[in-house]
């Protein structure tokens, strides 16, 4: 299959907005492995045996609980340990697997910026896709620069989906987050520190996911 390709993240500090209170709280990262790439209509293909109409396209109208699959079958194939256990629609994250998952909010955040302090790591006319482009679709993976971690697409393009709830305290449809902005988004979207939330099964054109690897304790 096409290799999904991961680049290593090395651990740090985050300072990070808590969604309801909007306070700011110091957050440590560890070292973790995030996809160069969000993942594309090919390798969702390859791995879930269904059709990729643009192969270098980031995968959209994908769900929260397809990427969770994709994640453990991406794992299977390799022969690693799955990172969540499925049981219906509840999903556990065995934090001790070597195994493919989707990334934290936090860990997306950390990435995303490379060491940044401003919503965006560059120009977005440089680094992301965004309305300003008025195109109608995602566009192909890596056209536009990466960020300092050599991570491509990270603004724009598709949101990516994350591990976490978006408001654990308050919100009983169990929304997670999506993190990122897209192609449709203008330029207040498309920043770092912005998080939205959908669905659990929520299938939209503009939502995609990246994966990420490393055991968390």
């Known amino acids: 299959m096409s290799d999904v390709e ?9 300072q990070m907005q808590t969604p309801r209170t909007r306070r700011r709280r110091t957050i440590e990262v560890d070292d973790f492995e995030l996809g160069v790439y969000p993942v594309t209509e090919e390798q969702l293909a390859e791995v879930l ?61 950390y990435a995303c910026r490379a060491g ?23 566009q192909d993976v890596g056209a536009r620069l990466p960020n300092l971690n050599g991570l491509f697409d990270m603004l724009g393009n598709v949101w990516e ?8 305290a308050g919100d009983p449809r169990g929304h997670r987050v999506v993190r990122g902005g897209g192609y449709a988004d203008d330029a207040y979207s498309v920043r770092a520190d912005v998080r939205r939330g959908g669905a659990p099964r929520l299938e939209q054109g503009d939502v995609g996911f990246r994966i990420a690897r490393g055991a968390l304790e």
């Open 49 to 109: 045996g269904i059709t990729a109409d643009h192969p270098r396209r980031p995968a959209a109208r994908v769900s929260w609980l397809r990427a969770v699959r994709f994640a453990n079958a991406l794992s299977e194939w390799e022969g690693l340990e799955r990172a969540y256990r499925v049981d219906g629609d509840e999903i556990t994250w065995d934090r001790t697997s070597e195994g493919y998952r989707l990334p934290t909010d936090a860990e997306w955040e």
């Open 161 to 168: 989906w994350c591990w976490d709830l978006l408001d654990p």
């Open 6 to 14: 991961l680049a290593r993240i090395r651990g740090g500090r985050l």
């Open 116 to 138: 940044s302090v401003t919503p965006q790591y560059g120009p977005l006319a440089d680094i992301a896709w965004t309305a300003l482009d008025g195109v109608r679709t995602p």
